[in-house]
């Protein structure tokens, strides 16, 4: 897809999943929208994939090691089609199958996530799994500030270079907001983009709500040889929506009220 469409299939994931966590009346928003266009990219660009063999041998993997944000995922695979986009509105219901957390019995979902710090450990297995069956798929984790917080993560950071991986690809959700407080007073990570290449890995800095940006980050990754690559993309929490952007209150899990639907709609251009 060009650019402009890509804009568009962002702006589409956004609304249906603000609809969803209000159908749901609980979620995440905020790290759900932080993290859009990089959906975008990915499932309309970036990997290889099939909806009616979303279990097929050389199908790209993806991991959501922050799993709380999994609305943005379903409805990125409702919108590729993998489900109809009627079940990501049934997030989080008795009657549905769209749990707050991924799960693998979900069409397209390759890890369960929901313990921050294990995501990056499944995405290296996976690396390692193609490359001992011969075959080309490639791995993409998806990881949040809390995941780089967590010693599992950083295993994985030594691992992967280690092993002269350069079929995984992380890229870090730097939306700077966590929980109860900003990263910055819960766990200052400080220069992670430099402890990255410190343990080895091919390091770019991106604009994570950049399109453009986004996608020659994932080119120049694919034409990385011997080495892993780190994306670190600087994001917005609650991107897109006006009242939701850089507000604590957003991260999760609210419900979210009829007023705040119709403003969110109204900015998204619903």
């Excluded at 109860?180 to 604009?207: C, K, T």
């Amino acid at each position: 897809m060009d650019n402009d469409q890509l804009i568009e299939q962002a702006r589409l994931l956004r609304m249906h999943t603000i609809k969803a966590i209000y159908n749901a009346t609980s979620g995440h928003p905020g790290g759900c929208m932080s993290i859009a266009d990089i959906l975008a990219v990915l499932y309309f660009d970036e990997m290889t994939l099939d909806p009616a063999e979303p279990s097929g041998r050389e199908r790209d993997r993806f991991v959501l090691s922050k799993g709380h944000a999994c609305p943005a995922l379903y409805v990125a695979l409702a919108m590729r089609g993998f489900f109809p986009m009627e079940d990501a509105y049934s997030l989080r219901k008795l009657n549905g199958y769209l749990e707050g957390h991924p799960d693998v019995r979900i069409p397209g979902v390759d890890a369960v996530s929901g313990s921050l710090g294990m995501g990056l450990s499944q995405g290296i297995g996976m690396a390692l799994g193609a490359r001992h069956q011969g075959l080309n798929y490639r791995s993409y984790v998806l990881v949040g500030d809390g995941d780089l917080q967590e010693g599992n993560t950083w295993e994985g950071m030594m691992l992967a270079p280690f092993q002269k991986l350069d079929n995984i690809v992380v890229i870090y959700d730097a939306n700077k907001l966590q929980g109860d407080a900003p990263v910055s007073e819960q766990l200052d990570m400080g220069d992670v983009s430099e402890r990255a290449r410190a343990f080895g890995w091919n390091v770019i800095d991106i604009d994570g709500h950049d399109i453009a940006s986004i996608k020659e980050a994932l080119t120049q990754a694919r034409n990385t040889k011997g080495q892993p690559t780190f994306i670190h993309a600087d994001t917005i929490k609650g991107k897109g929506v006006s009242f939701m952007e850089n507000v604590l209150y957003w991260h999760g899990s609210v419900a979210i009220k009829d007023e705040e639907l119709a403003g969110a709609m109204s900015e998204l251009g619903a």
